[in-house]
């Protein structure tokens, strides 16, 4: 479980999130993170991870204090954070690439590898082929793969379905879903109302604030998400 309390967040002096506290556990499905660019979406799940200071507040990753904890520390935890930008090596191999993202877990290599290919086909018929090749659906395929090579008990993806196709972003829902059943996924999504749907809870952030917090369900039937979007 990791939870925030009360957390600020700044860059350069200039504060972006306020007062904010959530959590999420490994039962809870898909939790999603919704609301208006540049609401500090990205910098609470960069905060959750580890690889963004906290300036005031407390946030604890299964208990420990993610002061005492370095980034790897909090993937072997068990959270990984599958970033905006992806991090690709783009040119080392697909299935390179998702032996890195094994580097917490070398003893379950092959069998996780195979659980890869069987949640992403396209992956394996893209073995051999230079990550940065890929196309972007199948590129952020494998970023998501390549973070649930750590066997992660919450997996927190940052707009997976940025750039992508229509089509595309259909069948990124469905593993979404997919994954759901086996990992806690903690998603920021601009294709708000899929995501709500999908959500057993949500957290809508404005101006680095928490305005609403709900079900997926009615959080989509509420006004706030109204206001924030129309
Ligand atoms: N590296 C940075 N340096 C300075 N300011 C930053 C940096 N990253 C983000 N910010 C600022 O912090 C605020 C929150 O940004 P953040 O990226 O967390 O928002 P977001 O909700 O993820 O937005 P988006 O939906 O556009 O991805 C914004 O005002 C942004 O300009
Ligand atoms: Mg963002």
Request: glycine share 8%; net charge negative; proline share 3%.
């Amino acid at each position: 479980m990791i939870e925030a309390e009360e957390i600020e967040a700044s860059y350069g002096g200039i504060q972006v999130l306020w007062d904010l506290s959530m959590s999420v556990s490994e039962d809870d499905g898909v939790v999603a993170i919704v609301g208006p660019n540049g609401a500090g979406k990205s910098t609470l799940l960069r905060v959750l991870s580890g690889l963004h200071p906290i300036d005031d507040g407390r946030v604890t990753v299964w208990g420990d204090d993610i002061g005492t904890l370095d980034p790897s520390d909090i993937v072997r935890k068990g959270f990984v954070h599958v970033s905006e930008e992806r991090n690709l090596f783009g040119e080392m191999s697909v299935q390179e690439n998702l032996e890195m993202g094994a580097y917490t877990r070398r003893d379950a290599l092959a069998e996780n590898l195979a659980e890869m290919y069987d949640l992403f086909p396209v992956l394996e018929e893209r073995k051999d082929q230079r990550a940065g090749s890929l196309s972007g659906g199948e590129q952020q395929m494998l970023a998501i793969a390549r973070g649930l090579m750590a066997e992660p008990k919450i997996l927190a993806l940052d707009e997976p379905s940025e750039g992508l196709a229509p089509q595309i972003t259909s069948r990124m829902f469905e593993k979404i879903e997919e994954i759901s059943e086996d990992v806690t996924v903690l998603v920021i999504e601009q294709h708000v109302h899929r995501a709500l749907e999908l959500a057993e809870r949500a957290y809508l952030l404005e101006n680095g604030e928490i305005v609403a917090e709900d079900t997926g369900s009615a959080l989509l039937e509420s006004e706030h998400v109204e206001n924030a979007y129309l």
